[in-house]
């Protein structure tokens, strides 16, 4: 029996769920034809693939050697269908992009602007997720392209750097509108913050910035959102630590610069190494690049 697409996606599906009812549910099929399938599958490769004996259906050592082939050529054969239906002119196209959290605040709406408004015709499908989930998700195939920070990245992760990005101290406006003189890092202990949440790889900036200096601030509130830490900061005391390119589009924000300073970061560009480029991930790389310089960011 000749194999079929389907004879893969179904080995997928079922390896993935680990029983073949909820893979079948899934994959909107009966148990009992999907298990045929499977069965038809083993035949023509003629191998067993699937170990059914256990409570969970594991693939036998022959059926993880074939699924890391099926996957590959499942993610090559959806990269060609992509390509046949990409278009030069960028009448039309798609690009799946992911950023880390603290982009969504100051640079994701004025992209899909310039985006849009350039090039109407293309969607974009937009995921905010951690550095090591954009990677993965680079390596499956499921993201065309990723914004976070410079490496250590996963094996087959290229990277292009974008620009560097500084964080301050943030309060509420000042009465007088003068720029707050700096602050030692030792001074903060007189501050209850408000602070990213330990999710974020902001606050993992952040605190070992404090543990470099030895400082111990009194966090009043930690928060899974920006909007929330700017929305806290402006009605309360407290202070918190934002990337200044937020404090920049926040009239109502003061930032503080700390003595010695947080350290940098060098904000880039990722995808899949050797992966097919489509006309749309080509034409944001390159309005990526445009935007930052045209917005003053620093050069990486």
Known sequence: MALELRHLRYLLA??????????????????PTLSQQIRQLERTVGVQLLDRTGRTVRPTDAGAAYLHYARRALRDLAAAERALHD???????????????TFTAYLVGPLTAELHGRHPGITLEIREMTQDRIESALLSDDLDLGIAFDGPHLPGIAQAALFTETLSLVTGPRPDARPAAPLSVHELTDYHLA???????????????FDRHR????????????????EIVQRTPMATV??????HDHPHLAPVPLEPALPARTVALLRRENAYQSAAAR??????EDLVRARGYAPA
């Open 215 to 230: 400082v111990s601030p009194r966090i009043a509130v930690e928060a899974n959102s920006i909007q929330a830490l700017t």
């Open 283 to 288: 034409t944001f790389t390159r309005l990526t």
């Open 14 to 31: 079922v390896a993935e769920h680990g029983n073949f009812t909820r893979a079948a549910e899934e994959l909107h099929i009966s148990q």
């Open 195 to 209: 602070l990213l949440s330990g999710d974020f790889a902001t606050r993992s900036h952040i605190d070992a910035y």
């Open 242 to 247: 934002l990337p200044d390119a937020v404090t």
């Open 87 to 101: 278009v030069q002119d960028l009448s039309r196209g798609h690009l799946r992009l992911a950023l880390t959290p």
